[in-house]
């Protein structure tokens, strides 16, 4: 059973960066794809950025490409999300989650999910 556990979220202000963690404790495998995702109260869970886990491809949503960057530590199971030029619409709880199989922008299809880090930004 795969099993995220999220760190690094907090309250900074615009303009800002922050570094998101998620590292696996439970099983890996080699098809896994891992995503970050993020919900604003009221609003969806939207997709934020992915990342297989053997091509390292990455993609991101439009709202945060050019400031946000995904990557992975294979030897620490462990994926980060480098959030730079942080703006108050960013505010939102930050999911970590993973899939088997390639890469997904739609949440119902990743199989575990983190607890969620919260990420205030002020203006």
């Known amino acids: 059973q795969v099993r995220l556990v999220e760190s690094g979220g907090g309250l900074v202000q615009a303009g800002d960066s922050l570094r998101l963690s998620c590292t696996n404790l439970?099983?890996?495998?080699?098809?896994?794809?891992m995503g970050w995702f993020r919900q604003a109260p009221g609003k969806e869970r939207d997709f934020v950025a992915a990342i297989t886990w053997s091509e390292s491809s990455t993609y991101y949503a439009d709202s945060v490409k050019g400031r946000f960057s995904i990557s992975r530590d294979n030897a620490k199971n462990t994926v980060y999300l480098q959030m730079n030029s942080l703006k108050p619409e960013d505010t939102a709880v930050y999911y970590c989650?993973?899939?088997?199989?390639?890469?997904?922008?739609?949440?119902?299809?990743?199989?575990?999910w983190g607890q969620g880090t919260q990420v205030t930004v002020s203006s």
């Open positions: 989650a993973a899939r088997l199989g390639g890469y997904s922008d739609y949440h119902k299809t990743y199989d575990w």
């Open positions: 439970g099983r890996t495998y080699s098809s896994l794809a």
